[in-house]
């Protein structure tokens, strides 16, 4: 089955800098990756997400890369602000009839210090 | 529109005992799933409906725990016997073909097994 890694597990940064987290994954067949951001005690809610046939995602002070050959793709985030501050969790899935269950990633602790 | 709906939010038993859970998915959204979240991980899916039928339950532990979805609509996860090792959040999400594999989160439902 799929298997997504990620890293690092915990980042801090101050304010004003980027924060980058990085997953790999297993399942070349996987067509589809999310980004989700976990506030404490709260619902995983999807910020960002790219589909295998692009390579780059933008939406506004966020960004997705991903690299199908090598099998990783990259949250980027520029000019942290500190309600940024959340877990965020990087999934994969295969498209498909089934709709694809979603792997998730082990998720990284964001710190953006004012 | 209203979003996942899950009860209740939080509950609390003694190992031994069982335990179900409930979950309202957004209206028109043929395809439910159920993940398990342990505290400090990713969100890991037990199973995942489409309509009522089951696609994938290959990570439940069937001894224990069941989840149906009679009318294709609401569903219910119970565990049966408790152990200490269920205590984690479940989260209920939905999905619809409309918004291709991007999944919809409940708030979720705290378990702890005393």
């Known amino acids: 089955g799929e298997n997504v890694e990620q890293h690092p597990s915990t980042l801090s940064v101050q304010e004003g800098d980027s924060a980058v987290i990085k997953c790999t994954y297993s399942d070349s067949a996987s067509n589809y990756f999310p980004w989700y951001k976990q506030e404490l005690g709260k619902r995983p809610q999807l910020i960002i997400d790219i589909r295998s046939n692009v390579g780059e995602k933008k939406d506004q002070r966020i960004a997705v890369t991903l690299n199908k050959t090598a099998k990783h793709f990259s949250l980027h985030i520029t000019e942290t602000q500190p309600e940024d501050s959340a877990v965020y969790f990087c999934a994969a899935s295969r498209g498909g009839t089934s709709y694809g269950k979603l792997t998730f990633g082990q998720g990284t602790i964001l710190t953006v210090h004012p | 529109e209203a979003g996942v709906a899950q009860s209740p939010r939080y509950k609390i038993i003694e190992k031994r005992q069982s335990v179900a859970f409930w979950c309202n998915p957004i209206?028109?959204?043929?395809?439910l799933y159920w993940y398990q979240q342990i505290l400090g991980q990713g969100p890991k899916l037990l199973i995942q409906?489409?309509?009522?039928?089951?696609?994938?339950d290959s990570q439940l532990p069937k001894d224990r725990f069941s989840a149906e979805r009679l009318k294709g609509v609401d569903s219910t996860l119970k565990i049966q016997p408790a152990k200490l090792e269920d205590s984690a959040v479940y989260l209920c999400?939905?999905?619809?073909?409309?918004?291709?594999?991007?999944?919809?989160f409940g708030p979720g439902t705290r378990l702890t097994v005393l």
């Open positions: 409906f489409q309509n009522n039928g089951v696609v994938d």
């Open positions: 209206s028109g959204h043929a395809t």
């Open positions: 999400a939905s999905s619809s073909p409309a918004v291709y594999n991007e999944q919809f």
